[in-house]
């Protein structure tokens, strides 16, 4: 047995959506898929002849649409699956913290991080960590909206980097073009958060974030709240 | 012993920056460094502390200008690596067909695979091949300036198929955001070539690319003939 996984990448957005899949069984799931690239990872899971058992979001994204719903509508038999947290009418399956889903005989489990948003969760296989928008690499989610929170956030990634140190880190986007990195490296050279930021400093780092709202925010949490199925024009 | 691979993205020239170090010795090869990314790529090497050996490029890039100059002017041990057959002043090693270097314990093992353009070269880690513009993802490079050939192309892509089906194919860009993919799925889905392409095809495949002249060729090519020591403005 071995693992397929293609890590892929959405420019408009700098998201990272994840392939991963069993390649005796076939059976697949998908991190993050991105409405833009959906003709990309249809062909992709279309050509390499697997079975999508599940679709699965770190979070509502507020910088792009999902794919889930077209995904759904393409491979019948795929699950949504989202963060109990966030009460998603679409979504096949609310997972909860340390809860597992299997593809072939490969694991996926999830971790309740919230932070950035309330409902937020990482997933864990084997030595990887898909952190969403928790932890970036060498940065952290912004927490000013979707029930963001700072405080909460600080506890979600020491959580994270409670992984054992070798454990690779997949964030839901890099803006700078690095694609992987590593819990130690994080804790060594995140420069919002690391060994030595104390709650407080952490919590000052984030509120001093000054970002401009997400350019789709208006569009792409509302579109995401019905996983895709619908895009709300402007 | 471990292998750190880093894949590195290049958003403008969609290029792929490749670093790989051993994380005992932490010796370290650079492939394909680009100019607009090159405090990204310095302050990754610095953070890792490693030990930069050899800043090797697939071939001299008519899209983007490297980084090679700036980099060794900044790790100072560092040797750039071209292929012979580019007989470019600035190397300091012109590698030859099956020729390898050592960082740590690792070696990288050239392979020429003229076509995209005459010095074109791949190079082996393992069970990684960096095939730069010969095989792109369900692609491959085009013919049609620096001494390119759609005959020549046909033969080094069969060369990169004589590799075990197994190996990852990590190529200099990906315009699609598809960061990997492996031998056996470029000879089943390579939409140019694969196994049911005869040379006569390929040849009249590649010469119906109707692909605008790079935007930056008349600045980048001159500019990485010289390694990227100067910018040449238009």
């Not at 409405?35 to 679709?55: A, C, F, N, P, S």
């Not at 932890?135 to 956030?153: M, N, T, V």
């Amino acid at each position: 047995m071995s693992l397929i996984f293609k890590p892929l990448f959405e420019k408009e957005s700098s998201t990272y959506t994840y392939l991963l899949a069993d390649s005796n069984t076939k059976e697949a799931i998908i991190i993050d898929a991105v409405d833009e690239t959906q003709q990309r990872d249809i062909g992709l899971i279309e050509e390499l002849g697997l079975d999508l058992k599940y679709i699965i979001e770190t979070h509502v994204h507020a910088d792009h649409i999902t794919s889930s719903c077209p995904l759904k509508q393409k491979f019948t038999n795929a699950q949504i699956v989202l963060g109990k947290t966030n009460s998603i009418a679409c979504a096949d399956v609310l997972i909860k913290d340390q809860e597992a889903l299997e593809f072939g005989d490969y694991q996926i489990t999830a971790m309740t991080t919230p932070g950035h948003t309330d409902g937020c969760m990482s997933y864990v296989v084997g030595d990887k960590v898909f952190t969403g928008d928790a932890l970036l690499i060498r940065s952290c989610g912004r927490c000013d909206f979707q029930g963001g929170s700072a405080d909460k956030l600080f506890d979600s990634i020491q959580k994270i980097f409670s992984l054992p140190d070798e454990t690779y880190v997949y964030p839901a986007h890099d803006y700078g073009g690095r694609t992987v990195s590593t819990i130690w490296e994080e804790k060594a050279f995140n420069t919002m958060i690391g060994d030595s930021v104390d709650k407080a400093e952490f919590v000052r780092r984030v509120n001093a974030m000054e970002l401009a709202l997400p350019a789709k925010i208006h569009v792409a949490v509302p579109a995401n709240q019905v996983c895709g199925s619908k895009i709300i024009s402007e």
